[in-house]
C-alpha cells in the first residue's frame, strides 16, 4: 500500500466569501482515483485526473454540483 498526505479542499459557493474549507488527513491506498470512487459513492460525480512531479496526483471532483479539489501527496 502506497501512503499519500490528503489535501481536500471545498470551495465556498456562497457570494462574497472567497474562503475554503482545507482538510487534511493521511490515508492508505494503491489508486487514488479508486480510493475516491469508493469514499464518494452513491453521488453525482465528475473527476479529472492530473499527476504531477514526484507521484503527486490531484483531482478535481464536481460532487453533487460541489467543487472540490483532492491532493494525494506521496509521504
Not at 456562497?14 to 479508486?34: V, Y
Not at 469508493?38 to 479529472?48: D, F, N, P
Request: aromatic content about 8%.
Amino acid at each position: 500500500m502506497k501512503e499519500y498526505e490528503l489535501v481536500h479542499e471545498i470551495k465556498n459557493s456562497c457570494p462574497n466569501n472567497q474562503m475554503r474549507d482545507i482538510f487534511f488527513d493521511e490515508i492508505e491506498c494503491e489508486n487514488p482515483e479508486s480510493w475516491l470512487r469508493q469514499k464518494l459513492a452513491g453521488k453525482a460525480l465528475e473527476l479529472t485526473v492530473e499527476e504531477g512531479s514526484g507521484g503527486t496526483v490531484t483531482i478535481h471532483a464536481v460532487v453533487d454540483g460541489m467543487t472540490e479539489k483532492y491532493m494525494f501527496i506521496p509521504i
